[in-house]
Nanobody, 125 residues
Framework: QVQLVESGGGLVQAGDSLRLSCTVS????????MGWGRQAPGKEREFVAA????????FYADSVKGRFTISRDNVKNTLYLEMNSLKPEDTAGYYCAVVRSGIIRTTSLKEYTYWGQGTQVTVSS
């Protein structure tokens, strides 16, 4: 059974940075495309960023492009999301997942599976 555990969230001020981590166990992490989604209260979960199995290709939502960086360490079985220049509208629960299809250049979350429990990011103005 594949399990994903996110960490690194917290309460920060606008303009600050955070790095989220997602540790994967029970599967072959190095073969998975991975992604991050986020969900604010009362809103649907939305796509944030995705990365292919090797880390050579990434894709971002327009709202985070240039501020967030997705990366991975296939030795440590860990996915990362570096978030800079945070804004109050980035406040949400952040979740990592396996991209079942391996296709990362889409904002659809339809093929995302094995979601973690999430980590909360709150950005104050």
């Amino acid at each position: 059974q594949v399990q994903l555990v996110e960490s690194g969230g917290g309460l920060v001020q606008a303009g600050d940075s955070l790095r989220l981590s997602c540790t994967v166990s029970g599967g072959t992490f190095s073969s998975y495309a991975m992604g991050w989604g986020r969900q604010a209260p009362g809103k649907e979960r939305e796509f944030v960023a995705a990365i292919n199995w090797s880390g050579s290709s990434t894709f971002y939502a327009d709202s985070v492009k240039g501020r967030f960086t997705i990366s991975r360490d296939n030795v440590k079985n860990t996915l990362y999301l570096e978030m800079n220049s945070l804004k109050p509208e980035d406040t949400a629960g952040y979740y990592c997942a396996v991209v079942r299809s391996g296709i990362i250049r889409t904002t659809s979350l339809k093929e995302y599976t094995y979601w973690g429990q999430g980590t909360q990011v709150t950005v104050s103005s």
